[in-house]
């Protein structure tokens, strides 16, 4: 079960999103990811499988960081091993 959601500097969980289809689950995560009013806050984009993180978006960390900043970079996450084989 892929899930997605918006995580707050206190670790509360919001915009859930459950799903069992890698797509469906990809574009929630961007929607997420593409929330510019968040920029510089400290919340999270998180998209995991099975309970086990896929991605996770800081929206207050540089553009430059590959592990924490996906705007623009989400099919990257499409050629993943673990989204690849439930899609």
């Known amino acids: ?15 859930k999103t459950l799903t069992l289809d ?4 990809l574009r929630a995560f961007e929607t997420l990811v593409n929330r510019a ?4 806050q400290n919340f999270w984009a ?3 499988l099975d309970g086990i ?5 800081k929206f ?9 900043f ?3 970079r ?5 050629q993943n091993t673990a989204l690849a084989g439930h899609a």
């Open 1 to 15: 079960m892929f899930k997605v959601y918006l995580r707050d500097a206190d670790k509360l969980i919001s915009e």
């Open 22 to 25: 890698a797509q469906a689950a």
């Open 37 to 40: 009013e968040l920029d510089g």
């Open 46 to 48: 998180v998209l995991s």
């Open 53 to 57: 993180p896929l991605a996770q978006h």
């Open 60 to 68: 207050d960390t540089s553009p430059k960081s590959a592990m924490y």
């Open 70 to 72: 996906w705007r623009g």
């Open 74 to 78: 989400i099919n990257h996450l499409a």
